[in-house]
């Protein structure tokens, strides 16, 4: 029998974490080897557990599970990170991916489908909720469906947002990448999306790609 794989648990509701550690224990195919409250403590907490794959969630008071997954994979790129969330939207999905997570699951998800997804993700698969592949499908429906031959100008600026939201930034973290104000950053999305006739920011990135400001 194979060794069962190291499972990390980050999540700043102990009650979560506490679902979590029981549905593990009764999986022989997984082992919890540590746990984090906040995306903050994930790499400390990473050094000392040495996990083959984390659950990660998404909305933490400090630390977001984007920016903690971005620094799980600098530490060490060969682990696997799992999004854990109650977030359904695909954008959101797009941000932890984009980040570097091979996995996203609604909290909804029954112990069998967490468990298997962890095990598939150390297998080296990519696992993402039904209800959030289902808005991905519509999004490039959607995005092909309004693609122009000559796509709107935009501003350098808009471009340079379109770029960093495209590598899973929040709204907060370009706004500190590009040193201006948050709110600026969410009026220059506003206008992406008028502009371009689009609603979110999936639909931002297809369409960039369609045009070729983007590679994916």
Partial sequence: MSDPVRVLVVDDEALVRHALR????????????G??????????????????????DIKMPDVSGVEATRRVLAWNPR??????????????????LRAGACGYLVKNSTPDQIIDAVVAAYAGDRVVSPEVQDQFVRAVI??????????PALSDR???VIELIAKGLSNAE??????????????????????????????????AT????IKL
């Fill in 79 to 96: 682990c696997r990170v799992v999004a854990l969330t109650t977030f359904t939207t695909e954008w959101r999905a797009l941000e932890v």
């Fill in 158 to 160: 808009e471009r340079r």
């Fill in 174 to 207: 370009i706004a500190a990448e590009l040193h201006y104000a948050e709110g600026t950053v969410k009026a220059d999305i506003r206008h992406i999306n008028h502009v371009w006739g689009v609603e979110n920011r999936l639909q931002i990135v297809l369409r």
């Fill in 210 to 213: 369609e045009i070729g400001l």
């Fill in 22 to 33: 029981a549905f593990i224990a009764d999986d022989h195919r997984v082992m919890l080897v």
């Fill in 35 to 56: 746990e984090a409250a906040d995306g903050s403590e994930v790499v400390d907490a990473c050094k000392a557990a040495d996990p083959d794959v984390v659950l990660m």
């Fill in 142 to 151: 959607e995005a092909a469906e309004s693609h122009q031959d000559d796509a």
